[in-house]
């Protein structure tokens, strides 16, 4: 494996141990307040401060012209991460965190699957063949492993 590639995987891998830390903790935040979609919202409140603060310490001031030529839909990042965030604060307690995490990477899966099968989002095309899709089926099994264990 090329060295290069090591740091963006393992801070992948460090990112999902956040997703799975980030269910129970938003999940106790929609118990407190009755609501998941209230967790959601102070969740993404956090992360906005995190974020903002990292940014401003940071040079990267770009123009707000770089923005003017974008599709409408790349502003649309932020509501997916939201309604993931207020489902998920809503199903852990119902269904467990592995259940939860292993029906996210199952979705994920075949959205990514989908999504660079037609080169879609600026993607570069990358056609579906039998090893991807004996992937996501393998996948799609340890979802219904983890889910009847």
Do not use: C
Not at 15 to 24: D, F, R, S
Not at 71 to 95: E, F, H, K, S, T
């Amino acid at each position: 494996m090329n060295p290069a590639n090591m740091l963006p995987l393992l801070l992948v891998f460090v990112a999902g141990w956040m997703v799975a830390i980030q269910a129970p903790t938003n999940a106790m935040l929609g118990r407190a307040g009755g609501s998941p979609v209230l967790a959601a919202l102070i969740s993404f409140a956090v992360g906005t401060a995190a974020l903002l603060t990292v940014w401003l310490a940071t040079e990267s001031r770009p123009s707000t012209s770089t923005f003017g030529s974008l599709p409408w839909y790349a502003w649309l990042g932020g509501l997916y991460g939201a309604i993931y965030v207020a489902v998920a604060a809503y199903a852990a307690p119902r269904i467990g965190i592995a259940t939860l995490i292993t029906v996210v990477i199952a979705g994920q899966i075949v959205m990514a699957l989908w999504l660079d099968h037609i080169g879609a989002l600026g993607l570069a095309r990358e056609p579906l063949n039998a090893g991807k899709i004996l992937g996501a089926a393998l996948v799609l099994a340890g979802v219904i492993l983890v889910r009847r264990s």
